[in-house]
């Protein structure tokens, strides 16, 4: 069985240290503050314009991404590992991430997702922005339903009628 | 004081109440989780099947799973792993999320050992009571839960007293017509599943409205049968029951050796504590929960778990063994019917194969083999989109991530079996109290040991074979199958076996406890063996069985 925090935690040179310890709502916001351009651009390089699917930008995927991460009920692990895989990128790349052309990106990208730690975490931003994308826009992403209608499939009804993230 | 005092409000927890609120008694029910009203239901993918919305917290609640890694058993708690064993803690359970696609045991079910002989390092036992006395009650589930079918008579389907469903099968996607094709040129038979989902409307409930999303989700009709549309309401409406929500039961207390007291619960909204008598009290919490609790209610008198003095508490945990597979059907290969026919959304894919059900052939030998259902890849958007996004290990973004998306959900439709065959009960799958590990009440957590027999695995790859050859006449491509041995967490039983002998067996074969005269385990616990289908309409007809004889002793 994979040990979950043992597979979050190996191979970075961070350490969930500091972002486990912003217990105020307020200190997570300057902690995700600071990574913010690096997750949208990782984001937009995933899901990028003149796509089948729509981008990431239109549909507001790193306000989902912050939404859903800085929830008290979500899994605290993640939401460390995805502030702290996004610092690792830009450590990575000496703060030139956000700043290269798409080439460097999917360059930087592919060479952080040779590293076990690095392939994680762009799973896990995948992920993230898939349960963006394809949500009920009830979430705020998946803007007029443009995810659904992308992929001829739609949410059942009854729809939600308000968000859960969590308790 | 209550009359009966039931723990858990899922498939057996309702049926209990439901009989016994019917017959005139007081009955309270202890749930964990909170109320959801059918209008509350809705088919968030997010909420339902990818966070906990309906299950509890796995920072608060949990259970450890030991496996064995370099020969020495690892406890690991589900907090870690992210494997949950909790299966729709609200009221009404897990019957509220099921598919409903059941089934009855076959009458050597329930005498494997005698008709299979013993296996190697499998505790396998008939039990104590035959299908003759069980198929009444399998009968009345059928009435009050409401399943939909129709028979077929099939050397491994069992016997019934009356002739057909009175509800039909629901409608069904024109894919079965393939199915059905390929299944008779492979000289295989295949069945109309029963479902537990109504075609029509009966008073109260309202007939399926296909919304595409079932299992997993909450029925906004009625149509599914939960044990909360089903048994709760009805006996909700007798003015007997009091259903008792947010309710954690810590232990029972017993005073005297022979009988339980009361439960001490705590009110998971306040955290109160208090204590809930009753003359008899009714253990139906699944399985592994409900031996967690008889062993947290341990004491001088009981001092190894309440009812445990054969030692046996605990023991002989059963999951289902099998697998599953899938097959594309493309656009552009497919056989026989419409692609728009088949990318109409909501319809069932009832179709079901007993044909290997037991397996008595001059080459491949007599055995115990199972069953195989039929159906469309889960419909969630997310989970559909997010998978098979690698080519040659690397994730696939960009353009070509949306070509591969929108081909994938647009172009085709997976079809898919699952298969179901006995988990053998052996010693190395078990639940016991994790040592160090409690849950936010304070109470031991349940640490389940959950290995497999290797003839489980055997079984279901032989029938993951002719499935995949069926899959192939179909015309599906990209067929892959997966038999696993590791454990279906959402089915699950044994635990307490029930048997005539209380040295080799916690229950009798009422599901009493054979040391403690008011106590009754009315879950699947009291299987000793599971059959090769899913538990759920077994356990309906068992607690109903149980509760008519709770009955007769009140009566008395």
Partial sequence: MIQRRDFLILGSLLGLTPYLKAETPSDFEKEFDSVVDTLSAVQAHMFPEKSLLPDATSMKMTTFLFETISHPAYDRDIKAFVLEGAKELQKREKGKFVSMTEEEKEKALRAYEETSYGSNWLSRMMTLSMEALFSDPIYGSNVKEAGWKAVSSYGGFPRPKTKYIGA | MYDVVIIGSGASGGAVAYTLCKAGFKVAVLEKGRLMKREEFSKDELAYCRRDLVTP????????????????????PTYESGWSFWNGNIVGGSSNFMSGMLHRLHPDDFRLKSKYGAIDGANVVDWPISYDELEPYYTLAEELV??????????????RSTPNFSQPPTKENAVVKLIDK????LGIKSLVTARAVLSKDIPGREACYYSNLCGSYGCSSGAKGSSREALLKPALATGNLTLMSNTYVKYLHTQKKEAVKYAVVVDTITGKEKRIEGKMFVVAA?????????LNSKNDLHPNGLGNTSGELGKNLIFSGGGSGQGELHKDHLKEISFSDLMTTGLFVNRTVLDWYFVDHWWDGKFKGGSVEFMFEHQNIITRARKNNYSNDKLVWGTELGERVTKRLKDQKSIRFEIFNDWLPNDDCFVSLDPTHKDKYGMPVGKLRVEGHPQDVKVGMYIAKRCEKILEEMGAQNIYSGISSSPSQ???????????????????KYCQSHDVENLFVADASFMPTGGSVAYTWTIYANAFRVADYIVTQLKN
């Avoid at chain 2, 399943?147 to 069992?158: L, M, P």
């Avoid at chain 2, 390929?182 to 040129?185: D, N, P, V």
């Fill in chain 2, 57 to 76: 917290n796995l920072f608060e609640e949990y259970h450890t799973i030991e496996e064995k890694v370099e020969g020495k058993w690892v406890a690991t």
């Fill in chain 2, 490 to 508: 959402n089915l699950v039983a044994g635990g307490c076996r029930f048997g005539n002998d209380p040295k080799t067996s916690v229950l009798n």
């Fill in chain 2, 182 to 185: 390929s299944c008779k040129t």
């Fill in chain 2, 146 to 159: 409401g399943i939909s079918g129709h028979f077929e008579a099939h050397k491994y389907e069992a016997p």
């Fill in chain 2, 286 to 294: 699944q399985a592994h929960e409900s031996a967690r609790l008889l």
